[in-house]
T-cell receptor, first 117, second 109 residues
Framework: GAVVSQHPSWVICKSGTSVKIECRSLDFQATTMFWYRQFPKQSLMLMATSNEGSKATYEQGVEKDKFLINHASLTLSTLTVTSAHPEDSSFYIC?????????????FGEGSRLTVL | GQNIDQPTEMTATEGAIVQINCTYQ??????LFWYQQHAGEAPTFLSYNVLDGLEEKGRFSSFLSRSKGYSYLLLKELQMKDSASYLC??????????WGAGTKLIIKP
């Protein structure tokens, strides 16, 4: 089946540094990928929709200058958390959807747990 | 506005059956998904319903009634490993997924 791979799984960084998280669709082309954030014991919160070849669409309240999204190819989207602070510590998850003509099923990456010291 | 409602938490006994309900109000409808999420892990796909009726897949079944804006996930022969959060999500007319807050299912021996 379709697989979405996310890297790194765990990252610890110092406050003020930037962290890049990659999301790859391994066996299908994803024109759209989604980035979520999840705090402990809470549901997924959609941060932005990443569109191949164009600017990402950010949800209300998400700082686009802080969470940079690049979707340079049909199989890769990256999320960069710039100037990270401890409050940015969270579980970040990407997902990609198969073309609507198929099942339209959403596949998730393994998630990236970010800890900012 | 768009809204997905599901119970916050449920408790069931190992070997029993549990039904997790989900009601929704969205701008259009292009299918309803159920995902399972264990603590600290990403969600995994369980089921997809776009037509009314019951879809059975092993111990898990999912039901949809579009006219009522209602779905349920039925888990049979519960096992301890079924302890997880179960997320209901609806795809709206723009093919955006609207997520419920999730139902934490606790299985007791």
């Amino acid at each position: 089946g379709a697989v979405v791979s996310q890297h790194p799984s765990w990252v610890i960084c110092k406050s003020g540094t930037s962290v890049k998280i990659e999301c790859r669709s391994l066996d299908f082309q994803a024109t759209t990928m989604f980035w979520y954030r999840q705090f402990p014991k809470q549901s997924l919160m959609l941060m932005a929709t990443s569109n191949e070849g164009s600017k990402a669409t950010y949800e209300q309240g998400v700082e686009k200058d802080k969470f940079l999204i690049n979707h340079a190819s049909l199989t890769l989207s990256t999320l960069t958390v710039t100037s990270a602070h401890p409050e940015d510590s969270s579980f970040y998850i990407c997902s990609a959807r198969q073309p609507v003509a198929d099942t339209g099923e959403l596949f998730f990456g393994e998630g990236s747990r970010l800890t900012v010291l | 506005g768009q809204n997905i409602d599901q119970p916050t938490e449920m408790t069931a006994t190992e070997g029993a059956i549990v039904q997790i309900n989900c009601t929704y109000q969205t701008s259009g409808f292009n299918g309803l998904f159920w995902y399972q999420q264990h603590a600290g892990e990403a969600p995994t796909f369980l089921s997809y319903n776009v037509l009314d009726g019951l879809e059975e897949k092993g111990r898990f079944s999912s039901f949809l009634s579009r006219s009522k804006g209602y779905s349920y996930l039925l888990l049979k022969e519960l096992q301890m490993k079924d302890s997880a959060s179960y997320l209901c999500a609806v795809m709206d007319s723009n093919y955006q997924l609207i997520w419920g807050a999730g139902t934490k299912l606790i299985i007791k021996p």
